[in-house]
Each structure stands twice: as structure tokens, then as C-alpha cells.
């Protein structure tokens, strides 16, 4: 995490944060293909791990970039709403499970190019 939060220090959040959000989705693309060879998951879960170094830390000080002087305020807000979206979230992903990992690992996918997506329009300070 400290190497990419320096990382975004000097190139930007908003760079680290879209090429986390990209190699999430390549990670839910891998899981729709490999569901059963453990060296694969093995080697997909590591990459997890690279996904969560990049975005954990760096989503949180974009919001506090954004914030200005309120930010305890908007911290908690942060906290919140992605305290909700987790709540749905592991329902849907739950769901789809049940129907099949591959459909939810789709799902997944799709989520994190929408997130991509939205991510590139916002407008660093």
C-alpha cells in the first residue's frame, strides 16, 4: 500500500485508482475461467491482493482530496455508503453464486468496467 500511495502521489490518484480498477476486472474476467485449477486461483487470489494494495488506501484519499475542510465529514459519509453498497452487494454476488461463479464473476466484471468508466470522468483537484 505505501508504494502506491506514494505512487498517486506523484502521478495522480485518479492513474493508480483507474489501473487498480482495470486489473480488478481482469481479475473477475480470470476467476469466470478459472474456477478450478488451483495453481491459477492461487496466482489470481495474489493478483486480489495487488488490487486491494492499489485501490483500498488510494479510494480513500481521493475522497479526502475532494473534501476540503470537511474531511471527517465526508470520511463518513465514504464509510457508509460503502458500508450499504457492500450489504447489496454480497446479496447480488451471493445470488448469482448460486446460479453459478461463473455469472457472478461476470457480474463482477461488469461492475469494475462500469466503475472504470464512471472513475475516468471525475476530475482531480
Known sequence: MIFFGKLSDKI?????LLSGFLLFAAVSLAFVFNTSDLKS??????????VSAITLSNQKALVSDFAGDMKAT???VYYFVTGLVNIAAGLIAGILWDISPQI???YIFAVA?????????????
Open 12 to 16: 495522480g490518484r485518479k492513474k493508480v
Open 41 to 50: 486461483i492461487t496466482i489470481i487470489f495474489a493478483a486480489y491482493g495487488l
Open 74 to 76: 465526508a470520511m463518513g
Open 104 to 106: 457472478m464473476f461476470t
Open 113 to 125: 468496467i462500469i466503475a472504470t468508466i464512471l472513475l475516468a470522468f471525475v476530475k482531480e483537484n
